[in-house]
């Protein structure tokens, strides 16, 4: 499968514990955007990370969750102590090699996996 | 002021019937243009992109930008039952963020048989 690859695709965790959110982005994709949705909501941005290196966070809590795209393996979003208001699907995305240079790119349309469905108990 | 504003509807439209859904954007430096579908439960799947003023056809879909007006539609021509779905704008590189995409909050379309 080239896709985006997403596990687990249902999460349930009891307030306290710890949820790991693993995202693998599609073949070729070294960027990885992570989105989270609650029901009948839009998507709310959270992070945007190339391998090693987190670019933008400007959308994450600044307690408890964190994320990660090491040299080798997925892209982790951790969510320490969840909470019932943790409670939502997220969205990993992909995209290609954006541009290095201040000009814009038309390349680099972002591809979603099926995402991963938390629910905090 | 949003950077991504749609209007969240629903929209509803009989079978076989054009749907058009509008989206506006904040800043006139972005570029690049993308209108996803997304199913009930489901994640959200590219169907049209779009990069210079005018319109982009494929199949049943039409994308329409005109960046001087900071606006992008879709026109789905023949709307079936199956498009029935939430359609997110996402605009890139708003306030020369190039990589970032913004989304709007989506439009809900009704298509009645």
């Known amino acids: 499968n080239a896709g985006v690859m997403q596990n687990p695709r249902h999460l349930v965790r009891r307030r306290g514990q710890e949820a790991r959110l693993r995202c693998s982005p599609m073949?070729?994709?070294?960027?990885v955007y992570w989105y989270r949705q609650l029901p009948e909501e839009g998507l709310k941005f959270m992070v945007y990370l190339q391998k090693e290196n987190i670019i933008d966070e400007s959308g994450m809590p600044k307690e408890r969750f964190s994320a990660e795209f090491p040299k080798e393996g997925p892209s982790i979003l951790r969510i320490q102590q969840v909470v019932r208001g943790d409670s939502a699907a997220y969205f990993c995305a992909s995209s290609r090699q954006p541009q290095t240079s201040g000009r814009p790119s038309h390349t680099g349309e972002l591809f979603f996996g099926e995402g991963s469905r938390l629910t905090v108990l | 002021q949003k950077e991504v504003e749609q209007n969240s509807g629903p929209l509803s439209v009989p079978e076989g019937a054009i749907a058009s859904l509008n989206c506006t954007y904040s800043d006139r430096v972005s570029q690049s243009f993308f209108w996803y579908r997304q199913y009930s439960g489901k994640s959200p799947e590219l169907i049209m992109s779009?990069?210079?003023?005018g319109d982009k056809e494929d199949g049943r879909f039409t994308a329409q930008l005109n960046k001087a007006s900071q606006y992008v539609s879709l026109l789905i021509r023949d709307s079936q039952p199956s498009d029935s779905a939430t359609y997110l704008c996402?605009?890139?590189?708003?306030?020369?963020?190039?990589?970032?995409?913004?989304f709007g909050s989506g439009t809900k379309l009704n298509v009645k048989p």
């Open positions: 073949k070729g994709h070294s960027h």
């Open positions: 996402a605009v890139k590189g708003l306030r020369r963020n190039f990589n970032k995409f913004y």
């Open positions: 779009i990069y210079s003023n």
